[in-house]
């Protein structure tokens, strides 16, 4: 069983910086596909951007693209979410997500449906 762990979540001013992380546990985390979504009080989770087994390849949603980043260290067992720029509208509960799938995995999904394992969540507000 795949246990994932976020962090770093909190409050922060619009125009700020913060840096998400996710420790997996248990499974083979180098071969996940590994994905952040989001969900914002009465709105649908929705996809952030993924990264893909293999490499370091990702690719993300287009109201993040320029101001967040996913990169992973699979010594560590780590995926990280940069995001900078923050506006009012990223305060929402992030989410990493392990896809085991290893064809897919090495393509990446953006459909929370593909993803096997959740973290619990991670609070990021935003003020103006």
């Known amino acids: 069983q795949v246990q994932l762990v976020e962090s770093g979540g909190g409050l922060v001013q619009a125009g700020g910086s913060l840096r998400l992380s996710c420790v997996a546990s248990?499974?083979?985390?180098?071969?996940?596909?590994m994905g952040w979504f989001r969900q914002a009080p009465g709105k649908e989770r929705e996809f952030v951007g993924a990264?893909?087994?293999?490499?370091?390849?990702?690719y993300y949603a287009d109201f993040v693209k320029g101001r967040f980043t996913i990169s992973r260290d699979n010594a560590k067992n780590t995926v990280y979410l940069e995001m900078s720029s923050l506006k009012p509208d990223d305060t929402a509960v992030y989410y990493c997500?392990?896809?085991?799938?290893?064809?897919?995995?090495?393509?990446?999904?953006?459909?929370?449906?593909?993803?096997?394992?959740w973290g619990q969540g991670t609070q990021v507000t935003v003020s103006s």
């Open positions: 997500a392990a896809d085991r799938n290893p064809v897919r995995s090495m393509s990446g999904s953006m459909w929370p449906v593909d993803y096997s394992y």
């Open positions: 248990g499974g083979t985390f180098s071969s996940y596909g």
């Open positions: 990264i893909r087994s293999r490499g370091s390849s990702t």
